[in-house]
């Protein structure tokens, strides 16, 4: 009987075991369970801010091309514009070495034309297209493109000493560039010419 006994509490004690157990293991399964939450979550959340950072990067870059567009869209309107310029100046040159006009004549002439020109400067300006700085100034090659040396022993070399056609800028960004003459030292070889041109002369 007292056999009996011990072997029903110890089923007893089996079955309370057992329970425990199987809380234990529910309550670990629930915890997994909401740490797999807070992952996704965190997943989620993770995905929404690089998703709106897209976005974001997106609207940033329309904006500019859209300021860019309204800043030089003129662009190829202002570059056809400062053929004007260049002509008006042609005339000037030629009017000036015109042999068959008179001098009463060439003055009349180029005054009109330099009231026109000064109409196009003025028109230039109020559109923010600035003359670029030539003459005298270092080669820029950003600015400015050599079309040929020029020998000057009294320049540093790489300095523009003359203007073939004038180069413009739109609001800071290149237009057309100068076209130009950069000074040059003399190269040994063509000193030593010189001076054998020179005594050949004498």
Known sequence: MEKENQKSINEDKDKVQDLKDSKRSENTDSEKKE???????KELEDKLTRSYAEIENQRRRYEKEIDDA???????????TLNIADNLERSKLSITNDQNLDLKSKDKIIEHIDIIY????????KNQIEEI?????????NKHQAMMEVEDENKDPGTIVQEIQKGYMLKGRLLRPSLVGVSKKA???EKSAEKTEKKGGN
Request: aromatic letters at 10%; hydrophobic letters at 35%.
């Open 133 to 141: 700085k030539a003459l005298g100034e270092k080669m820029d090659p």
């Open 118 to 125: 000064k109409d196009v400067v003025s028109i230039f300006r």
């Open 187 to 189: 190269t040994k070889e």
């Open 70 to 80: 309204f800043q030089y869209g003129g662009m190829a309107l202002a570059k056809e």
């Open 35 to 41: 740490l797999s939450v807070e992952e996704k979550y």
